[in-house]
């Protein structure tokens, strides 16, 4: 919008604060590059350019961690970082196509492609945010339970460690472990918003935990009317929990649910449990804006922080066609962009993207959604000052 007063469009304003970053981290690259990648040959006359690629350019060149941030290989010092980037090459929570393994890699791949600035979100994130890729976490594809523990002692160790965990899946099964590494560390109530076409809340699925259930789990042990029960309930015999304490099912918002798959058996716990779903014809009805106004409101109630779970396939299959489980009539690319900035303003204590699976991906579309995904996600973080250092690099007016 113009500045009602001075009649200065949005973009222009942009302009004048991206302008007061500093590019020390970009002139710290350079020095690296030819450091590492020694010096270019005498006809080049862009002496920062390097004879071997060792930073962002070319985007098409190099070895890719997510948006070419530092490899924490170490992972001892991931708290050293503001954010990281963690793969969870995991599907075989899928109950249809496979391939959700490949997504870490491959958001990684077109992640080059961006260098953090952004005229439109009015930041520069390669500056404004120290960022890491963490790697893969140690996935065990046979076995479903093993994998859910490893997911949620790493999830919790990069989580304690104060980095703000970018998770990048895999399938939704992930959704469990996920928040299990997280939700234990927080003192109160955690919400969860969760976009998607499906409801993934039954208890089972062809006898396991699978894609189709990690609500069902996190918010295991409430009853309808939200309370805590999780001592009587039954449990599992080879299942080492049974739910998580401080994730009731009123803090739990699913957004862009519909289609005609697999939902009957979770929309019978989210209607006995009382957590609330927006379909996607609420969401069109009421718009985004407000669709996203009333998330917040749930989700924030009585809830100490957020955790947003997005799912690519919300994006319809005609932008988004690289995943397990396809469904049409979801949201078109700027409306769930849109969306996940809304929902970002308010804070977050952690994030996933699951469901890329780029065998069935074109032309790196859907890949490139689930970046940007993240990206839009870690900007408005940014922005609204609760992620990154944004006043230590904007020199003063
Ligand atoms: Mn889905």
Redesign the pocket.
């Known amino acids: 919008m113009p500045d009602p007063k001075t009649g200065e469009l949005r973009g222009n304003r942009n302009l004048k604060r991206l302008d007061r970053i500093t590019q020390t981290k970009q002139e710290e690259e350079t020095a690296r590059s030819l450091e590492l990648g020694l010096e270019a040959a005498d006809s080049i006359n862009d002496r920062s350019i390097s004879l071997f690629s060792r930073g962002h350019q070319p985007a098409f060149a190099g070895i890719n961690t997510f948006m070419k941030s530092p490899y924490c290989e170490d992972i001892r010092n991931v708290g050293d970082y503001e954010a990281a980037f963690v793969g969870i090459p995991f599907d075989t929570g899928t109950t249809y196509r496979p391939g959700a393994r490949f997504g870490p890699q491959a958001v990684r791949q077109i992640s080059a492609l961006y260098d953090g600035f952004s005229v439109d979100g009015a930041v520069d994130l390669h500056e404004e945010l120290d960022l890491c890729d963490a790697g893969d976490i140690f996935v065990i594809p046979g076995n479903i339970e093993k994998t859910f523990d490893q997911v949620t002692k790493a999830v919790s160790y990069i989580y304690t460690s104060g980095a703000f965990p970018v998770l990048m899946g895999g399938d939704?099964s992930l959704g469990y472990p996920n928040v299990r590494g997280i939700a234990p560390h927080i003192d109160g109530n955690v919400g969860i918003i969760h976009i998607?076409?499906?409801i993934?809340m039954q208890e089972m699925d062809m006898d396991e935990r699978m894609h189709t259930t990690p609500w069902f789990w996190t918010s295991n042990g409430h009853n309808h009317e939200g309370q805590d029960v999780s001592t009587s309930h039954h449990s599992h015999s080879h299942m080492h929990d049974v739910g998580l304490n401080n994730c009731p099912p009123k803090n739990l918002v699913q957004m862009g649910i519909g289609g005609w798959y697999g939902s009957r058996p979770g929309s019978e716990v989210a209607r006995e449990r009382g957590s609330s779903v927006l379909t996607m014809t609420d969401v069109e009805e009421l718009g985004i804006k407000k669709a996203a106004e009333v998330a917040l409101d749930l989700a924030w109630k009585d809830a100490k922080a957020v955790y947003l779970s997005f799912?690519i396939?919300?994006i319809d299959p005609g932008f988004a066609p690289g995943t397990g489980?396809p469904?049409p009539g979801g949201f078109l690319p700027r409306e769930a962009l849109e969306l996940v900035r809304l929902i970002a303003r308010e804070g977050l204590c952690g994030m996933e993207v699951v469901?890329v699976a780029p065998p069935y991906d074109v032309n790196q579309n859907t890949s490139q959604l689930a970046c940007r995904v993240v990206l839009d996600v870690l900007g408005t973080l940014v922005t609204e000052g609760k992620l990154g250092h944004r006043s230590a690099v904007t020199k003063k007016e």
Do not use: G, I, P, V
Request: proline share 0%.
């Open positions: 939704h998607d076409r499906h993934d799912d396939d919300s489980s469904e469901e």
